[in-house]
Nanobody, 121 residues
Framework: QVQLVESGGGLVQAGGSLRLSCAAS????????MGWFRQAPGKEREFVAA????????YYADSVKGRFTISRDNAKNTVYLKMNSLKLEDTAVYYC??????????????WGQGTQVTVSS
């Protein structure tokens, strides 16, 4: 069992920055991927970024490359998503996800409840 709790969302002006955190508990971390997804109003959930716990392998969606940075702190069992140069279209509920076993980078078994990010003009 894995429990994920996101935090750090809020209201920010376009061009600003936020850092999201995802605290994981319930299992020992391994090489499995942790990921961030988001769901904007009226849109389907989409992949944002992913990171492997043991290898430091990182993937980003094209829409956030150069603006977002995913990182991890295994001592704190926490994954971060630093979001810079935020745009109006980044407004969404952001979800942390974890794999329960080795899988493709876009396949996840556990999900947090989400944290709202709202970018204003």
């Amino acid at each position: 069992q894995v429990q994920l709790v996101e935090s750090g969302g809020g209201l920010v002006q376009a061009g600003g920055s936020l850092r999201l955190s995802c605290a994981a508990s319930g299992r020992t971390f391994s090489s499995y991927f942790m990921g961030w997804f988001r769901q904007a109003p009226g849109k389907e959930r989409e992949f944002v970024a992913a990171i492997s716990w043991s290898g430091g392998i990182i993937y980003y969606a094209d829409s956030v490359k150069g603006r977002f940075t995913i990182s991890r702190d295994n001592a704190k069992n926490t994954v971060y998503l630093k979001m810079n140069s935020l745009k109006l279209e980044d407004t969404a509920v952001y979800y942390c996800a974890a794999q329960g076993a080795p899988a493709e980078v876009d396949e996840y078994d556990y999900w947090g409840q989400g944290t709202q990010v709202t970018v204003s003009s």
